[in-house]
């Protein structure tokens, strides 16, 4: 049962556009979304999250945006640049005291230059 | 680097002998998880410990894994009679008692 779900197995974006990555998710405990990005032979790095209480959160070129009805997030990075190819993994985790985080299957995003 | 550390980072043994991972955690982190990711999936959460207390194993975690944080600070993950199909990357993470935690590289554990 894949409570954290994203389709797009891969994206390819011209640098300078924006870059969108979707997730969707089907528990509704869940209380915190992140983005984690992951190059080759490393481990996951923290970009962005989001509490529920939210529908937005920006950070520099990324922005979450979260639509609770619909159980749906995504990732918008613009201006995208190569070095933003990697593998993108939404996760997401319970309330307090319930931290662990439940991840998508990744999308991976390919920077055109 | 005060970042997250495992080792080793690779790992290749034979089906049946035991296996063990270090993690050292970002030293004020108080909350330690081990996940496994395999080809074309994500992390999956095997289980974490605050402090020296291990709160919760997924049941992916069956009892070959052995899960150790001693004096809450370095954690072991001992896997015994290694299986083919145990070889994946295993991922330590680290936090504050928030969501956002901060992995290290990882051990890629091949069992031939």
């Known amino acids: 049962d894949q409570q954290v779900k994203q389709n797009s197995p891969s994206l390819s974006v011209q640098e300078g556009r924006i870059s969108i990555l979707n997730c969707d998710y089907t528990?509704?405990?869940?209380?915190?979304f992140l983005w984690y990005k992951k190059y080759p032979a490393e481990g996951p790095t923290f970009l962005i999250s989001i509490s529920s209480i939210k529908d937005k959160n920006e950070d520099g070129r990324f922005t979450v945006f979260l639509n609770k009805s619909a159980k749906h997030l995504s990732l918008h990075i613009v201006p995208s640049q190569p070095g933003d190819s990697a593998v993108y993994f939404c996760?997401?985790?319970?309330?307090?005291?319930?931290?662990?985080?439940?991840f998508g299957t990744g999308t991976r995003l390919t920077i055109i230059p | 680097d005060t970042g997250v550390s495992q080792n080793p980072r690779h790992k290749i043994t034979k089906r049946g002998q035991n296996v063990t991972f270090r993690c050292d955690p970002i030293?004020?982190?108080?909350?330690l998880y081990w996940y496994r990711q395999t080809l074309g999936q994500g992390p999956e959460f095997l289980t974490y410990?605050?402090?020296?207390?291990?709160?919760?194993k997924s049941r992916l975690l069956s009892d070959r894994f052995s899960a150790e944080r001693p004096k809450g600070s370095f954690s072991t993950l001992e896997i015994q009679r290694t299986e083919q199909g145990d070889s994946a990357m295993y991922l330590c993470?680290?936090?504050?008692?928030?969501?956002?935690?901060?992995f290290g590289q990882g051990t890629r554990l091949t069992v031939v």
């Open positions: 030293s004020e982190h108080n909350r």
């Open positions: 996760a997401a985790s319970g309330d307090f005291g319930n931290e662990k985080l439940t």
């Open positions: 993470a680290s936090s504050l008692e928030v969501p956002e935690a901060f």
């Open positions: 528990n509704s405990m869940f209380d915190y």
């Open positions: 410990f605050q402090n020296e207390a291990q709160l919760e």
